[in-house]
């Protein structure tokens, strides 16, 4: 029998992940359905990512917030190009402590999916059904106010292959009759993150701040990367310890 995915099956927000909501809700139930949305994607995003090991630092909402810059789309290889949020975010925590004035700095990491299967995009509306969307247009990054942002990503598995789902919020005609948030659908064999290159990241930062950010970057846990971002100047102090 040949395959096919059940991603080509979805009707309801819900066939997406049991714990998301629809875009409707009454304003007394809004914590709750929150609270419920937040426990159902913390244990999704616990589990073992089924990517490159190197690159699992930006799946699972490693690239929260990050702007989208494109995707392209070839017969069984799609790549999709989203800012760096954790790079955008550390650059600017280093201007505000160097009291220089805030300038943005958008370098992209390239999520790329081969042995693809199957590509769509959906949204809700606001009775949770989902309608087919166009998913090969996104606003340029010009104006980062209104930019189309990356939410989040979950993972599922079935006979050998890989479905990858993310949340996108994306602005545009549909936003207003169908809620901000399109769903990109992806059935896969093996996916990996590309960064921007070392160089060219040091050539904008410049040297003090891309080691800082380096040091940052490869930290073991959080509170490592919380240290290493509010004490650039006091790195040996920290390392020590």
């Known amino acids: ?23 409707r809700w ?9 609270e419920k949305e937040k426990k159902g994607y913390d244990l999704s995003r616990n589990r073992d990512l089924p990517v490159e ?3 699992i630092k930006y799946f699972g909402a ?22 760096n949020s954790a790079a955008l975010m550390f650059w600017q925590t280093y ?3 160097k009291g220089r004035d805030w300038v943005p700095l958008l370098t992209p990491v390239t999520l790329v999916f081969e042995g693809v299967n199957y590509v769509n995009a ?4 606001t009775d949770g059904w989902l309608k087919w969307s166009n998913w090969t247009s996104w606003r340029p990054v010009e104006d980062i106010r209104c930019a189309d942002t990356l939410i989040r990503d979950w993972f599922f598995q079935q006979d050998g292959k890989i ?12 936003s207003n009759r169908l809620g901000s948030s399109l769903f990109l659908l992806v059935d896969f ?14 050539a904008r930062m410049g040297d003090e701040c891309f080691e800082a950010w380096r040091r940052y970057d490869e930290a073991s846990t959080k509170e490592l990367q919380y240290m290493y971002m509010f004490n650039f100047l006091d790195y040996e102090k920290f390392s020590s310890q």
Do not use: T
């Open 1 to 23: 029998m040949a395959y096919r995915s059940w991603l080509k099956d979805v009707k309801k927000i819900n066939d997406l992940a049991e714990w998301l909501h629809e875009d």
């Open 26 to 34: 009454s304003l007394e139930s809004q914590d709750r359905q929150w």
């Open 53 to 55: 090991q190197n690159s």
């Open 62 to 83: 490693g690239l929260h917030d990050g702007y989208v810059f494109g995707v392209e789309r070839w017969e069984s290889r799609l790549e999709i190009k989203v800012a």
């Open 95 to 97: 201007l505000d402590f």
């Open 122 to 125: 959906v949204r809700a509306d």
């Open 163 to 174: 479905q990858w789902i993310c949340q996108f919020r994306k602005y545009g005609p549909e």
């Open 189 to 202: 064999e093996r996916a990996y993150a590309v960064p921007e290159h070392d160089g060219l990241l040091r």
